[in-house]
């Protein structure tokens, strides 16, 4: 009898662990300069369905203030008291990066919402081992934003950037790229992401007399550095980032930032896309489903990442549960970096997904077009 009972109790115990729900921690800056960026993958984030992989899943959100010390605490918490199995977020570089240290001691993917390469790279820094992101690399998107300026006849090019990482990656990829496109930069400033003032910067900008100037910024903060060039008199070309493909960028930048050129993913401009490109169907759809729910127009890219961070996981949780391995526990969570490490042909909204041991990103040309504000809204600028 005892026995019998003994094996009750290890069948139930065992039949609940098969049925854990897989849990996801989910840190996001939905107050604060990030705000803008933050909004959005919540929006996004409140649409994910409630499983993965066939799992039942529970999502935990936490704000962190657009503040790095913010978004470590709310990590630390979600491995030590949520006991998550992935974690989702931050979405700002600098966030993203404060991160990286607990994530690993907890031995906890995280997929970052953010977009500086540096929060992945080198993939084989132990930190980064179980960071990846769903954002373009700056490289990426500073590739096709050099082809555009040179397409354009830009022979020089002034520079503004966030003084902190995101800033930091855009500089060096740009002046990278731009080097490789016999780009000369005759400038190079930094503001800061709460500043209310940039006219010192903007002055020496505009006295190097450039062709074109790249704000290196994202959100409503990129505002700033774009409506002070135009308060001045510049009348060369504005191009920003990946970054501010925000409503918000749109509703305070208003009229000051009609005609701004930047790249961007192509869920941001996904009905005026040629029909060819591989990412438009799955695009549309989310475009489709999320305008249906947050009105015309309000589509992001951070709502398109957020939106391929569940896709993501999905197709990497269904292989990590056929390993045997359970949610809530250690090997699980190494089997679900594993097999996100390893996803191979996902379309999602930005893009087509090829992770490997060497790249936690995983987009290629695909991923990227450029785009153009024009009567108030994004516009798809084609890519030369």
């Known amino acids: ?104 001691e907890g031995e906890t993917p995280m997929v970052a919402l953010a977009a500086s390469a540096a929060i992945i790279e080198p993939a084989t820094d132990a930190r980064r081992r179980w960071a990846f992101k769903m954002p373009q690399n700056d490289s990426l998107m500073a590739t096709i934003l050099t082809e555009h300026m040179a397409n354009q006849g830009v022979k020089t090019v002034g520079f503004i950037g966030f003084n902190d990482a995101y800033g930091e990656s855009w500089w060096r990829e740009f002046s990278k790229m731009a080097d490789v496109r016999r780009l000369r930069v005759v400038a190079n400033e930094r503001f800061g992401r709460t500043d209310t003032s940039v006219t010192g910067q903007v002055l020496k900008l505009i006295s190097a007399n450039p062709d074109a100037i790249l704000v290196a910024g994202s959100g409503t903060p990129a505002v700033l550095p774009q409506k002070t060039l135009g308060e001045r008199g510049y009348k060369g070309k504005i191009y920003q980032t990946h970054g501010i493909a925000t409503w918000d960028f749109l509703r305070v930048g208003g009229k000051d930032v009609e005609g701004t050129l930047f790249p961007t993913g192509p869920v941001v401009v996904a009905r005026q896309l040629p029909d060819i490109h591989p990412a438009k169907k799955v695009a549309l759809e989310f475009v489709t489903r999320y305008e249906a729910k947050y009105g015309a127009d309000t589509v992001t890219q951070f709502a398109g990442d957020a939106w391929g961070a569940w896709q993501l996981l999905d197709d990497a949780s269904r292989r990590a549960l056929q390993s045997g391995a359970r949610p809530g526990t250690p090997a699980f969570r190494h089997a679900l970096r594993d097999a996100i490490e390893t996803t191979q042909q996902l379309t999602v909204p930005n893009g087509v997904l090829n992770l490997g041991a060497k790249d936690h990103q995983g987009f290629d040309q695909r991923a990227r077009v450029m785009g153009i504000v024009r009567n108030g809204k994004f516009a798809y600028a084609g890519d030369k």
């Open 1 to 104: 009898m005892l026995l019998r009972k003994l094996l009750l109790v290890t069948t139930l115990l065992s039949a609940g662990f098969a049925h854990a729900d897989i849990r996801v921690g989910i840190d996001l800056s939905t107050t604060g300069p990030a705000a803008a960026i933050g909004i959005p993958s919540r929006n996004t984030v409140q649409m994910w369905p409630p499983t993965l992989g066939g799992q039942r899943a529970q999502y935990v959100i936490l704000d962190d203030g657009s503040d790095p010390a913010s978004a470590v605490r709310n990590v630390r918490k979600f491995i030590s008291e949520e006991k998550v199995d992935v974690i989702v977020g931050p979405n700002i570089t600098p966030t993203a990066i404060a991160a990286l240290d607990a994530i690993a």
